[in-house]
T-cell receptor
Framework: DQQVKQNSPSLSVQEGRISILNCDYT??????FLWYKKYPAEGPTFLIS?????DKNEDGRFTVFLNKSAKHLSLHIVPSQPGDSAVYFC?????????????FGKGTLLTVNP | DVKVTQSSRYLVKRTGEKVFLECVQD?????MFWYRQDPGLGLRLIYF???????EKGDIPEGYSVSREKKERFSLILESASTNQTSMYLC?????????????FGPGTRLTVT
């Protein structure tokens, strides 16, 4: 039972345009959401997060939007740069169980073309 | 900056061997985690430890064990390596504090079992 879903395995965007990565979750007990970025042969690095009490969080070119009623979050990257090409993982915490754990989606490979 | 290091970047072992993967963090974090990453499956939690000598099973603990004798070190043990344990292994750590669930990852160990 996949509680965090990233339904697009890949996304291709032109440099300078907006990249929108989507994530859906099924567990209404999740109360904190994170996005990680991963380059090949490296560990994931934290990008941005949002608490369930907010609907938007912005950090430079990165903005995360949360729609609790739809159990949906999205990561917007504006403007996209070639160095943003990586796998992006959505993760959630809470879930009614241990708050130590993160539940990850399967990831979306973003390719930003020059 | 938080630093999480893993003992090897690449490892090749034979079926049936006992394998030790070591992880060390230098930021006095209480929580430590072991994940494996496989194409199309995202990050899956194997085991985690919320403090020294404490451990809990994650989502896929079968075939693995862990050891946490010191706060900074968390070891993953493959008792008898099998080819289906060929994967990228990622260690992470976290300091529990109010409102933050961010985990910091090491660079990963690419394990091949032949």
């Amino acid at each position: 039972d996949q509680q965090v879903k990233q339904n697009s395995p890949s996304l291709s965007v032109q440099e300078g345009r907006i990249s929108i990565l989507n994530c859906d979750y099924t567990n209404s007990m999740f109360d904190y959401f994170l996005w990680y970025k991963k380059y090949p042969a490296e560990g994931p690095t934290f990008l941005i997060s949002i608490s369930s009490i907010k609907d938007k969080n912005e950090d430079g070119r990165f903005t995360v939007f949360l729609n609790k009623s739809a159990k949906h979050l999205s990561l917007h990257i504006v403007p996209s740069q070639p160095g943003d090409s990586a796998v992006y993982f959505c993760a959630a915490s809470g879930g009614g169980g241990s708050n130590y754990k993160l539940t990850f989606g399967k990831g979306t490979l973003l390719t930003v073309n020059p | 900056d938080v630093k999480v290091t893993q003992s090897s970047r690449y490892l090749v072992k034979r079926t049936g061997e006992k394998v030790f993967l070591e992880c060390v963090q230098d930021m006095d974090h209480e929580n430590m985690f072991w994940y494996r990453q496989d194409p199309g499956l995202g990050l899956r939690l194997i085991y985690f430890s919320y403090d020294v000598k404490m451990k809990e099973k994650g989502d896929i603990p079968e075939g693995y064990s862990v050891s946490r004798e010191k706060k900074e070190r968390f070891s993953l043990i493959l008792e008898s390596a099998s080819t289906n344990q060929t994967s990228m292994y990622l260690c992470a750590s976290r300091k529990p504090r109010g409102g933050s669930y961010e985990q910091y990852f090491g660079p990963g160990t690419r394990l091949t079992v032949t």
